[in-house]
């Protein structure tokens, strides 16, 4: 049964009460106070966590001009990687698949051909030994291997996931370095960052993420950078969905009280104009907190965006100069392997991105410029992602179909079904 229309009206009459007790006007001076107070060097437990790289400005691109720009790197490489999902079996075996692909703009179909697939088990039996050597299919296009994760008790279907996914992505960015020439941009973080947050879920995934195997997968994250910083080549990631809230939680550490559920939010705040905003200054930077106004219409004809920033809390606290990186080898200096990062907003779409890049290659100005124009230039064009992420964000998908058809071999395989709960037959996951 749906709602009826009383029913509907009812809820929607709830808003009333809700916006009564939100005075956003605050919300914008708060953030604007943020930006011109805190964000320059924001503290967490006597360490800078958030300082700028260089200038500290809130910028904006009229988005037609960025469209048309002239790109500052010709060949762009995307590589992702997707996943069937942690599947349960009645036999105690949890799974999850992942295949990643790596795309060209232009494109390179002898390229895509090439996947990396990696399936990950956990068992319940601790006698059991799933692990096997990396072997290759269709004529050496395609390297696979099985990964038997380490024993848990809880969190099963977290660890397969976060393991399938990274080991098959980082393995596959490694194996393909060298078709890179100019930039390689990957689908999400530069590093395995879920990994990095065990330690705060829980504490037998902390020691869990310093066991050999999940160090491994960490450990191709660290040679990719330092494969890149060899050659030369700028790598760097494009977060479609961010979601940390270093910011806001170190905000709160320092007693203020953000009203933001994370960083995005704050950053959307920062970044969305409105028809009352004051113009710009002569920088082309937006302006002030103080100008910062919800009242009016979006400007929706210039994207907006930051300048770069350090970030060496949350997630990204493992990989910073003053951390030991789960105690894994760093060739270089440990400050250029720090991620940094500057955010993009499109008012088309009301979307906030996050651009990450190692240290190595943002503290070089020059590569810095061109990275943000390179990712204006295509967020203007496509209204979303760059179009060597979108291609291999389609490359690597495991469609619905295809998830299903992969779980029951599974389950032929196993000789055992797969443990259903009542919303996998209530959103047509299995078949009453």
Known sequence: MTLDPIHVENIARLAYGIASDVDTTDHDDLAGTVWDEWLPDLRRDGRTVIEPVDDHERRRAPIDDAALAERPFETVHGLDSGTINPTTFKNGLVVDVAHAAMASEPTDL???RDRTIVATVHAGDSTADFDGDWTERDEGHTRQR????PRVNRYAEGVVHALALYLAEGTHALEHADRVDELLVLDGPIYPKELFTWDDRNPELGALARE???RAVVENYVRLVERFVERDVPLVGFVKNPSSGTIVRALAGNGVEPPWPDDTALFTRLLERRAADGPADASG????????????DRVDDELTFTTWFHSRGGADETMAADRDALGIDREFDPELYEPTFMILYDPRTDVTYKLEAPYAFIRDGDVRERLTRQVLADVAASRGP?????????LARIAATEKSALRRAFEDRFDSEQQSTYDDHRWGKTPL
């Open 110 to 112: 002898d390229l895509h």
């Open 146 to 149: 099985v990964l038997h994760a």
């Open 212 to 214: 050999a195997k999940p």
């Open 285 to 296: 930077a937006g302006g002030s907190g103080a100008d910062l106004d919800a009242s009016g």
């Open 386 to 394: 760059p179009a060597a992420v979108a291609k291999a964000d389609e």
